[in-house]
């Protein structure tokens, strides 16, 4: 039987009602995020010397959006859109809680781990030419120094009796190390599987050893989440060939203790005791890249929470990317809207 067809046949058998019962605690960055669409970079750096030149100006007709950012906070809102019960706790500003109940709360996220005590994080992101090249110009707020001692009783009780615990964003928390140590280690103890998706790494390339020591090597870690560029910095690994990139997954996992799954423009695989590959989804307009990895490891944690077998699980978090990417506004779908997604843009 075509994957495809095995996919679609254990999503129609999916009751919404029951996945429900799944929870998911993520922490610790929401952040404002601030689209701006350009022309191609060099089209663009032209047009903006010429405005400085001339002493400042206008870029007239730029499309701009403002929405929810953050890994956590859009893995939360994709996990709920898909059915779970997700919790995001985070620290923010009291405006912040405002756009999070905009945002995430209407679409059922439990947000009673929110704390406002603390500063808005915002991330403009530049999107360049047809292939939406991002750069991100970020204020981490409080997201820079979220630390374990901020958890109180109710933060950890959800932490104990979630079914998944995910630290995210650790490339702008400076207490991220000890954070994900801390948080893993509180999660074994009650039997929580454990998510780490760690951003970008290079800001911080003199702490990947710590980060490697005290977290992936723990024990404490059930997966790991990568990109293409992740996996360089980890595996100090630098190619381009799918081979060689899995290859080098390979030998980052012979380093570490958790399971690796890894996304990138053309596979996806995870890598444990043996390794399973499957490629991505050809498609034909892309509206945006920045936010596809949250996408991604929403389906990949609500596979896995189901039990999906190993190319269903990747084939699952490749079509809710998909669907993500390639939708014209920014909305992360329903199970329903992939296997609509599967049948209508997928050949066997």
Request: net charge negative.
């Amino acid at each position: 039987m075509m994957l495809k067809t095995k996919l679609l046949e254990r999503l129609k058998q999916i009751d919404i009602k029951n996945t429900q019962e799944y929870h998911v605690a993520l922490l610790p960055d929401f952040f404002v995020d601030h689209f701006v669409t350009l022309k191609k970079f060099d089209d663009t750096c032209s047009a903006m010397k010429e405005i400085v030149q001339q002493g400042g100006g206008n870029l007239p007709e730029i499309a701009q959006i403002i929405h929810q950012g953050g890994n956590a906070a859009n893995t939360a809102l994709a996990l709920a859109r898909l059915g779970t019960s997700a919790h995001l706790i985070c620290r923010t500003n009291e405006f912040g809680l405002h756009l999070l109940k905009y945002f995430l709360g209407k679409e059922g996220v439990d947000l009673s781990g929110v704390k406002t005590d603390g500063k808005l994080a915002i991330t403009t992101a530049l999107e360049f030419g047809e292939e939406h090249t991002n750069i991100m110009l970020s204020n981490a707020g409080s997201v820079s120094d979220f630390s374990f001692e901020l958890l109180n009783e109710c933060d950890k009780k959800t932490i104990a009796d979630a079914d998944m615990a995910c630290v995210m964003n650790w490339n702008l928390n400076k207490e991220g190390t000890t954070l994900a140590q801390k948080v893993f280690s509180f999660a074994k103890q009650h039997d929580t599987k454990t998510f780490f998706d760690t951003g970008d790494p290079s800001p911080r390339k003199e702490e990947i050893m710590s980060l490697m020591k005290n977290v992936f090597t723990s024990g404490d870690l059930d997966i790991l989440g990568l990109n293409k560029n992740e996996l360089f910095h980890y595996s100090k690994i630098k190619t381009s060939s799918d081979e060689d990139l899995i290859n080098a997954a390979r030998s980052l996992k012979q380093q570490i203790s958790s399971r690796i799954d890894l996304h990138t423009e053309r596979f996806a695989c995870t890598i444990n005791e043996s390794c399973k590959t499957v490629q991505t989804l050809k498609i034909s307009k892309i509206y945006r890249s920045t936010g596809a990895g949250d996408a991604w490891n929403a389906g990949d944690i609500f596979a896995e929470l189901l039990d999906f077998n190993d190319d269903e699980r990747l084939l699952f978090a490749n079509a809710v990317a998909g669907y993500y990417v390639s939708s014209a506004k920014p909305v992360h779908p329903t199970v329903e809207d992939i296997i609509q997604f599967i049948s209508n843009e997928m050949q066997d």
